[in-house]
Nanobody
Framework: QVQLVESGGGLVQAGGSLRLSCAAS????????MNWYRQAPGKQREFIAT???????NYADSVKGRFTISRDDAKNTVALQMNSLKPEDTAVYYC?????????WGRGTQVTVSS
């Protein structure tokens, strides 16, 4: 129903910033909820942030105050601004969309934070 492609990952030193982007193949204005998750090696995928079609947001405690999720419906993108990065933020970051008939995932983008 929708294809999602993440970009913006890379290497950054602790305390630095990265901005991730999720490009959708269709309009996101009617998608109820879009989210960012991450998964580190050997760990379960964890919720990071969510944004509704109206712009309401919520964050995991681990990133609250450091990460900001936003959406640009005109460009069909969702962004994750990550500030004050820590080594424990190292993971593959995934965008997803919750739609009436299913949940859709991107393939992920690697974020590595060095000490």
């Amino acid at each position: 129903q929708v294809q999602l492609v993440e970009s913006g990952g890379g290497l950054v030193q602790a305390g630095g910033s990265l901005r991730l982007s999720c490009a959708a193949s269709r309009s996101i204005s009617s998608i109820s909820t879009m989210n960012w998750y991450r998964q580190a090696p050997g760990k379960q995928r964890e919720f990071i942030a969510t944004i509704t079609r109206y712009g309401g947001t919520n964050y995991a405690d681990s990133v609250k105050g450091r990460f900001t999720i936003s959406r640009d419906d005109a460009k069909n993108t969702v962004a994750l601004q990550m500030n004050s990065l820590k080594p424990e933020d190292t993971a593959v970051y995934y965008c997803n969309a919750v739609m009436p008939l299913g949940i859709y995932w991107g393939r992920g983008t690697q974020v590595t934070v060095s000490s």
